[in-house]
């Protein structure tokens, strides 16, 4: 079956850019362009395309404005296309707290039809294709007390680590786990897929949510309880042991993507495997593919525990149910109720 795409963006460059990239996959096609959000809203009516590609910046209606108004008449799964600005990143974040299942940022001039951008963005419409699309009424943000956050860079040793990898529909996964850990929980690495700049505000936004400290990953630091690290876009994220047993820091790396990622899921889970070993357990959330499938395996074997999200409380359910085909989970539990087992301690796996 041909997904049906319909690109929506006020610049004509960045509409051929994607048609382009679009069309050059056999197994999609670009049914519409549309220069502003009232043509789009025309062309949704018209062409009922499988996904959409929406400019987070558009004069007239903006982009924010145009996904409201989809999600309440004719939820679709929509791709934003998001500057590498700040002021991008914030809106991209409120597009994915609106309903929007993954984004993409803009082809840079010289590198527009690059194969790694086109190979990212057949990646993302194959996953949204496949999307629980979920509309979210939009809330003001809601004041959040302040909290006693983990403080210190002084190593300790923790002979438990989490590891946690999402792809499409993760960011909103990560917070709900995030959210539910106390302050005194183990460390937390966690790989989602995403574009550089994207990682830091990501982490900010987390950070300012939840009672542990959440923050970008920075090479070499230690990894201590009470905190979660997010890789950053653009680098792979391992764990690394000091000559201290049970002492890890964070290593970044500028390798190969993996799996079309970088970071890669896999890249850290195998290292947790080598690392840390039995005292490990490994998260895989929900994301289309099978990044991560191949590392929560290894993290098994390596005598640690494995969790995946069910299917039905999955955006997209590929990685989950690639690492299920592998034999590599050992649960599979609701998003809800993931947070409560990894406060319940390495236990016995049912």
Not at 53 to 75: H, N, S
Not at 211 to 229: N, Q, R
């Amino acid at each position: 079956m041909t997904i049906r795409v319909l690109v929506v963006d006020d610049s004509a460059l960045v509409r051929n850019v994607l048609k382009a990239v679009i069309n050059e996959q056999p197994d999609m096609q670009v049914v519409g362009m549309a220069p502003d959000a009232f043509v789009a809203r025309d062309m949704v009516r018209e062409l009922k395309p499988d996904v959409i590609t929406l400019d987070v910046e558009m004069p007239g209606m903006d982009g924010l404005t145009f996904l409201q108004q989809l999600m309440q008449v004719k939820p679709t799964p929509v791709i934003m296309v998001s500057s590498h600005t700040e002021a991008g990143s914030d809106i991209t974040f409120r597009a994915l707290d609106m309903g929007a299942v993954d984004f993409v940022t803009k082809p840079r001039p010289g590198a527009a039809a690059g194969q790694d951008y086109g190979d990212v963005i057949a990646y993302k419409i194959r996953a949204a294709a496949s999307a629980r699309v979920v509309a979210r009424e939009p809330k003001p943000p809601t004041p959040v007390p302040p909290r006693r956050k983990a403080a210190g860079k002084k190593a300790v040793d923790t002979p438990q680590v989490i590891f946690i990898g999402a792809s499409t529909g993760g960011t909103h996964a990560i917070q709900e786990i995030l959210q539910a850990m106390p302050a005194d929980s183990p460390p937390i690495l966690i790989v989602q897929h995403m574009p550089e700049n994207f990682s830091k505000p990501l982490a900010s936004r987390l950070d300012a949510a939840c009672e542990i400290t959440v923050k970008e990953a920075e090479d070499g630091e230690p990894i201590l309880p009470g905190h979660a690290y997010l890789g950053p876009g653009d680098l792979h994220f391992l764990i690394r042991r000091t000559d201290v047993p049970k002492r890890y820091i964070a290593h970044l790396a500028q390798a190969e993507a993996v799996n079309l990622h970088r970071p890669s899921v896999d890249i850290l889970f195998r290292s947790a495997a080598k690392r840390v070993g039995s005292g490990a357990t490994g998260v895989l959330l929900t994301g289309g593919g099978k990044d991560g499938a191949e590392g929560l395996l290894e993290i098994k074997q390596a005598g640690g525990r494995t969790i995946v999200q069910d299917e039905a409380t999955c955006v997209v359910f590929g990685m989950p149910r690639e690492a299920i085909a592998l034999g590599a989970a050992m649960e599979v539990l609701s998003l809800p109720s993931i947070a409560g087992r990894l406060q319940s301690g390495p236990g016995n796996a049912s």
